[in-house]
């Protein structure tokens, strides 16, 4: 069920957005990774964890967002 997008943020952060089970419940995981000096990615204390349904809202948010740039 792992799924995972990779926003690109600086030259050693990103943004991940996965899609990961949890004793048998989905959540979808939005967080910041960097890469060390030798080369690993690892997780930062940035990011929010919600279930599926919470999603929609979520994404609703972003656009509503989005669009007070566009204007």
Do not use: A
């Amino acid at each position: 069920m792992s799924q995972i997008v990779e926003i690109k943020k600086n030259k050693t952060n990103y943004v991940q957005i996965e899609l990961r089970e949890y004793e048998g419940h989905p959540f979808v995981d939005v967080r910041e990774f960097y890469d060390t000096e030798d080369g690993k990615r690892l997780p930062t204390k940035k990011g929010i964890t919600f279930t599926p349904k919470v999603l929609e809202q979520v994404i609703d948010g972003l656009v509503q967002i989005q669009n007070n740039f566009q204007k």
